[in-house]
């Protein structure tokens, strides 16, 4: 029986890993763009951003999953998956926006003027200078949302897509075995948070800027 409930839950895993595949990503494009909203869009588009993240940290995840689960399918032809990938997506983009704007902000305001001193643009000195050094700086806070990212991967199971925790639940029901079901899928996400940590930890420190300094 526990192999064949094995087999069953560790089916599910490509679905969540395409999840994963999906929100990660494009939760970092728009974190990373979003930040440099916050830092360099003015008064006005830094507000906006400010507001976009507060309502993104400030409601739990099954809620805003549920509100854009249903806007985007009521608005654009999406599977429950992709759908409901782009939601942690847009979820976490809320989280990463303040993440790579500390690692900006941490980033020595003389450099930006030293940029613009040797003649780059705003843009030029953003793309070569701050934000090479910011996205390196941001890998051990990054690295947490990864985390959190494949663990939040379980929450599309409400909306019917048959990942890992999805089949747990169905096996248990079927077999009256929770704990077995239960504890594989928890073996499975601890398994995937774990490589993905030590993964990040590498590229950490590769990406290593020796002797950085960070001025105020």
């Known amino acids: 029986m526990f192999i064949n409930i094995l087999f069953y839950i560790l089916s599910g895993a490509g679905i969540t890993l395409s999840v994963i595949a999906i929100a990660l990503p494009v939760g970092l494009v728009l974190g990373v763009l979003l930040s440099l909203v916050r830092v360099y869009g003015g008064k006005l588009f830094s507000g906006l951003a400010a507001v976009y993240s507060t309502?993104?940290?400030?409601?739990?995840?099954?809620?805003?999953?549920?509100?854009?689960?249903?806007?985007?399918?009521?608005?654009?032809?999406l599977s429950p998956l992709l759908a409901g990938a782009v939601s942690l997506a847009i979820i976490s983009s809320g989280y990463q926006l303040e993440i790579f704007r500390g690692a900006i902000q941490s980033i020595g305001g003389g450099q930006m003027?030293?940029?613009?001193?040797?003649?780059?643009?705003?843009?030029?000195?953003?793309?070569?200078?701050?934000?090479?050094?910011?996205?390196?700086?941001?890998?051990?806070?990054?690295?947490?949302?990864?985390?959190?990212?494949?663990?939040?991967?379980?929450?599309?199971?409400?909306?019917?897509?048959?990942?890992?925790?999805?089949?747990?639940?169905?096996?248990?029901?079927?077999?009256?075995?929770?704990?077995?079901?239960?504890?594989?899928?928890?073996?499975?996400?601890?398994?995937?948070?774990?490589?993905?940590?030590?993964?990040?930890?590498?590229?950490?420190?590769?990406?290593?800027?020796?002797?950085l300094q960070l001025e105020k």
């Open 55 to 77: 309502i993104m940290r400030g409601i739990p995840h099954v809620v805003l999953l549920f509100i854009l689960f249903f806007v985007l399918a009521g608005t654009i032809n």
């Open 113 to 211: 003027m030293a940029a613009r001193a040797l003649g780059m643009t705003k843009l030029k000195a953003i793309r070569y200078i701050i934000l090479p050094q910011a996205l390196r700086v941001a890998i051990p806070s990054w690295s947490n949302e990864v985390a959190s990212i494949i663990k939040d991967s379980s929450l599309v199971y409400a909306l019917g897509v048959p990942e890992i925790l999805r089949r747990a639940q169905f096996m248990s029901a079927s077999t009256y075995q929770p704990f077995i079901a239960y504890g594989i899928a928890a073996v499975l996400y601890f398994i995937m948070t774990f490589l993905a940590g030590r993964l990040l930890d590498k590229l950490e420190t590769k990406t290593k800027i020796p002797c």
